[in-house]
Each structure stands twice: as C-alpha cells, then as structure tokens.
C-alpha cells in the first residue's frame, strides 16, 4: 500500500490550498481515510477523516467550517481544502487509510494502518 501526498507549499494567512493523496495497492473505495497534521515540537493530530463510501466525514473542532475533505473513489483521491488559513494551521500534513476495508470513521482519530509521507504546509502571517 502507498499513500503519496501533495499540495503543500507556503501561503500567507487567509489563503487557500488544496492538499491530495493517492493511494495505491489498496482497493480504495472500500478503506475510509484521514488527514493529520504534525506541527514543530508536538505530536501529531487529526485533523479530518471521510467514510470509505464518502457519506461521513469528521472535523477537529479547530478547522471546522474551514477544511473539506472529499474523496473521488474511481481516482483513488482523497482531498483536503484548506481556506481561511492561520498561521497555526502550519504542519506537516499526512494521509492515511484504516487498517481494514470497510472500517467505521466514526472512530476517526486512530485505528489507521497505512500512512503517506506527508507534506508542508506553511502559513505565514
């Protein structure tokens, strides 16, 4: 299984990005996903995860009414967009996919078995 992120880069407070993941060696619409971020100094967080079929997804408080995620099942895609962008929205973000196919999101924040290598995400104020 690889999960390969993109769509970091440098952006000033206020502005948008869009992040990407395609996932591979899995059979994707059947595996909900999640995006995490690692800032400087803490440990990693949730941040958003989607249902396997795209019916359900989950924010952190944080990013609520800011971040969506969205899939695209017959392009193994998952997508995060980011608007209103702060400076503490700065991390290292990473993709990952459920352990099992078919997997509940409703626990979002753990039981993820597969990881991509993340990508910075770096607001400026």
């Known amino acids: 299984v690889q999960l390969q992120a993109s769509g970091g880069g440098l952006v000033q407070a206020g502005g948008s990005l869009r992040l990407s993941c395609v996932a591979s060696?899995?059979?994707?619409?059947?595996?909900?996903m999640g995006w995490f971020r690692q800032a400087p100094g803490r440990e990693r967080e949730f941040v958003a995860a989607?249902?396997?079929?795209?019916?359900?997804?989950y924010y952190v408080d944080s990013v609520k009414g800011r971040f969506t995620i969205s899939r695209d099942n017959a392009k193994n895609m998952v997508y995060l967009q980011m608007t209103s962008l702060k400076p503490e929205d700065t991390a290292v973000y990473y993709c990952?996919?459920?352990?099992?196919?078919?997997?509940?999101?409703?626990?979002?924040?753990?039981?993820?078995?597969?990881w991509g290598q993340g990508t910075q995400v770096t607001v400026s104020s």
């Open positions: 990952a996919a459920k352990s099992r196919p078919h997997e509940s999101v409703s626990d979002y924040g753990r039981g993820y078995g597969y």
């Open positions: 060696g899995l059979t994707f619409r059947t595996y909900s």
């Open positions: 989607i249902s396997w079929s795209g019916g359900s997804t």
